[in-house]
């Protein structure tokens, strides 16, 4: 039921839009608009480089609007389509969730060509987009719930070339940190489904909470373009952390439910450690104070083992249930199974 404005096919560049049917009461035959660029010249690689997956997710997508605007087919070696913001009324709300459907669209793979506007729009990237791709990059950041230390993530796919090259595209987005992580928060991820066609899956978590700095806006932009170009399908030199005179990066995991800590109980998180610092086993990363009960003593949320914090709650006001941390230990990836 999609329509795409662009033809794949085609050298040269082109702005579209993705036409993704709905009705509301105010228009029967309404269409959802999802911008979209292809940029094509020769023989090479497609990378599939996504953002707005999660509508308050902001660094990502104003990295993809800029390098669509200013890369040209000359640039490029292949194809590079570009989608820079996957849930736009979320966007445009500021919101996680998109507020036509009520969907968390990394929770709608593989998707349903006769589902809702986000599970539509999931079958079509399942179904059209990933199978046309080599590299799927899919840029993320906390949102405003949480605040991650900047970091490219991906899941540890079973050992082999995708895992290689996976790790490598990885290492190229220059991150302090790498991170292996988990689905501690349900199923259906669109990284799963395009890991499960074979592709080279590359993701972040670019800083979380509804400030985004500067220099977030500067590794979100400079990884975005470092990994295209490690992939091969953007011309020019790779940079490595050595040759930006940086420290060799650090490879973390949060592969058990116990790293992820959940507060226990409603009230205003107090966060006692600072994102990426050590912490260990029993030591103390946050507090859960109560304004109706000021005399009673905070619960404090403990590290259930030793590791750095690579992320933490964002909003100070926690619900019960909400992660207010997560604790990663450092590995060296190329040594798991
Ligand atoms: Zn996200």
Redesign the pocket.
């Known amino acids: 039921m999609i329509r795409a404005s662009v033809d794949f096919s085609l050298p040269g560049k082109q702005f579209g839009h993705l036409y993704v049917p709905y009705s509301y009461n105010m228009a029967g035959w309404a269409n959802l608009m999802v911008p979209i660029s292809v940029i094509s010249n020769g023989e090479g690689p497609t990378a599939l480089v996504l953002a707005g997956?999660?509508g308050d997710?902001y660094p990502g997508q104003v990295a993809v609007m800029r390098l669509l605007r200013e890369l040209t087919p000359e640039h490029v070696t292949g194809r590079i389509i570009l989608i820079p913001t996957l849930t736009m009324p979320g966007a445009k709300a500021s919101t996680?969730l998109s507020p036509l459907d009520g969907k968390n669209f990394?929770r709608c793979f593989p998707g349903n060509p006769a589902g809702t506007p986000s599970e539509m729009l999931a079958d079509y990237l399942t179904t059209v987009l990933f199978p046309l791709a080599d590299i799927v990059i899919d840029i993320?950041?906390?949102?405003r719930g949480v605040d991650f230390y900047p970091c490219a993530h991906m899941h540890l796919v079973p050992k082999g070339p995708q895992r290689e090259a996976m790790l490598a595209g990885t290492e190229a987005w220059n991150s302090d940190f790498c991170f292996l992580y988990a689905d501690v928060a349900g199923t259906g991820l669109l990284p799963v489904e395009a890991e499960s066609q074979g592709k080279i899956v590359i993701t972040t978590?670019m800083g979380g909470s509804e400030n985004v700095t500067a220099a977030v806006h500067q590794l979100t932009q400079s990884g975005l373009r470092n990994v295209l170009v490690q992939s091969g399908v953007l011309k020019g030199q790779v940079a490595t952390r050595e040759s930006l005179g940086l420290p060799p990066i650090r490879w973390v995991q949060a592969l058990n439910w116990e790293d992820y800590r959940f507060a226990p109980e409603s009230g205003v998180y107090e966060n006692m450690v600072t994102l990426g610092t050590e912490v260990v086993a029993g030591q103390t990363v946050g507090a859960i104070h109560f304004l109706e009960r000021p005399e009673r003593e905070p619960v404090n949320v403990v590290a259930a083992r030793d590791g750095i914090l690579i992320a933490t709650r964002a909003p100070t006001i926690v619900t019960q249930g909400d992660c207010v941390a997560c604790i990663a230990q450092e590995i060296d990836p190329r040594r798991l199974p």
């Open positions: 997956n999660h997710e996680r990394n993320h950041t906390g949102g978590e």
